[in-house]
């Protein structure tokens, strides 16, 4: 089972940090999850929510801002680039992509990316756009695809749907039952809920036989699944 490390070691340090993640690898996180979105100009940075308010006080949006507009940032609070981040990670660690609002104007580049860093094998995308899911299908027909669903979803209506074009999905942990798990398995699909830090819950999915906890906190996750003692604040 994987460790995702969602947007970094995420309980201890700033998400989508380049902190978070050195300290997810530190934690031994099997991969590293990250938010993609597009600027004003185009470049692509890591960043969840559509506006900068949550994470640097910044109540503009992300789309409305250009590379340079970042660039301003304080560096503790800026979002990194995709590009940067690869360059730091992709050769030493498996990646979960999310594209956040995709269109087709720009998700492409990030097959592009995958392709020039050579993580054929090692990336999956996912998004709650299954639209966009779909173009990516039809761009990219090797890329490994999954398909988000929000918390309030029913993903075991939605199983054919994304067994048309993905090969996991992505609900919300409390989601997850025994019967989601055999319908997913019976379509092929891997299972890998969002987002679980308690560890009597990350122990209750194992159980069930999901294929990944994303986590906010690897050295839980990775303490649960090695059966180890867990750390000390967990």
Sequence with gaps: MDVVAHRGASAYALEHTFAAYDL??????????????????GELVLVHDPTLLRTAGDPRGVEGLTRAAIAALDAAMRPPSFEAFLERYAGESRLLIDLKDPTPGWEGRVVEAIERHELRGRAVVQSFDLRALRRLRRRAPWLTLSALFPRDAAPAEHLEVA?????????????????LVTAARARGLAIRP??????????????????ALITNAPDVAVAVVRGTPLPAAA
Excluded: N, Y
């Design 24 to 41: 997810a690898r530190a934690q031994e996180a099997d991969v590293l999850e990250l938010d993609v979105r597009r600027t004003a100009d």
């Design 163 to 179: 067994a048309a074009f993905a090969s996991g999905i992505g609900p919300w942990h409390g989601a997850v039952d025994g019967a």
């Design 194 to 211: 969002w987002t679980v830090d308690e560890p009597a819950e990350m122990e209750r999915l194992l159980a069930l036989g999901v294929d």
